[in-house]
């Protein structure tokens, strides 16, 4: 190992270093993974990072990063356009893709409403939500707006604020339903959501 | 998100999660944060990999991954040439250095012996370094021999075999101590460490 600056070793472990879920100790043993064989996971990586720089990009309807804009979801002809989806980011959208759950469209907001962060709405894309259900043809008319936003003051704040700007709209506004999580152990819930899910319990 | 094979953002997720200490969901987030702000991270990481992946290769005497060949230690005048530290891998060697605690050179054996493993000695780098004592000049000739191998019992075999190997070269052979380690509680300790931690005390 050497120490002095500008060393290529260094550079990259710092660089990995950076990524979210890698601390200093581990990119270091990823970027020695790599420099034992370069050729079967550092230049397809080197490879791929230059290919998806060059070829991604927010999608200019919803948000979603996509190789094409708008993106595959906003192009999709069996996606329903009078339902959309309102996301935190797009980390949300894709969850929520995975779960194969939502068959309309989606609207990345970028965050959400913080008295402490210092977020107001013209910090997100609010407005292009308005305009967005506002400029819809008579065909493609939204129907319906879906709130996934967090379960956190903030995501609450944002959802109350999202559904007073829509009113009058004509479109309904609904939430994501709170419960006990799928396989989740009721002894390790917090209060709050037991609470929550014991309030809007169903019958069998 | 896209489904289709060849995506560049599925290919790029691919790669990362095959990093260690990255799953696909944490590879996921960090192709996501990577891909919000292309120019600071990502064009730089795939330039440092290309850049390292040209440049580094393994040491021809001791097996380090560096630059240089032969690398900075083994070049570095101010080491000691009699005193050569065994390690089992290239991350040994650099958490050694690391802790500014050698001042000799070292020797990457590439593994431990493991029977279990199949690994017998024509598999590491053992003939090497039985050559690189031999045949080192009166002036460089290896004095001592640390086994700073792994405290588990393919490690101890290992350095057995080591220690038999170098009877008779007039070369000390010494291990690393074992002991309680810094900031260690001694409740949360295993009773190997703490047997050998006893037997091992010294007066204060």
Redesign the interface.
């Known amino acids: ?2 120490d002095w600056p500008g ?3 260094e ?2 472990v710092g ?2 270093a ?5 601390g200093r100790r ?1 990119a ?9 064989q ?2 079967r ?13 060059a ?2 990009q927010p999608c200019r309807i919803c948000g ?5 804009n708008p ?3 906003c192009r999709d002809p069996q996606r329903d356009r009078g339902l959309i989806c309102v996301v935190e980011g ?2 949300e ?2 969850a929520l ?2 779960a194969h759950a939502h068959r309309g469209l989606y609207h990345v907001l970028g965050g959400t409403l913080s008295a402490l962060g210092g977020v107001g709405p013209e910090d997100l894309a609010v407005q292009p939500l308005l305009a967005r259900i506002a400029g819809a043809g008579e065909a493609e008319r939204v129907e319906e707006v879906i709130l996934a936003l967090p379960a956190t003051v903030d995501g609450a704040t944002t959802a109350h604020y999202l559904s007073d700007r829509l009113v009058g709209s004509g479109v309904r506004v609904t939430r994501l339903a709170q419960g006990v999580p799928m396989g989740g152990a009721l002894d390790v819930l917090d209060e709050g959501t037991l609470a929550a899910a014991l309030k809007a319990r169903r019958d069998l």
């Open positions: 190992m050497s060393d290529p070793i550079q990259l660089l990995l950076r990524l979210p879920g890698l581990s270091r043993r990823a970027a020695l993974k790599m420099l034992m370069p050729d996971v550092m230049l397809p990586l080197a490879a791929a990072l230059q290919a998806a720089a070829a991604v979603n990063l996509d190789t094409r993106c595959g979801i797009v980390a959208l894709w893709e995975r």
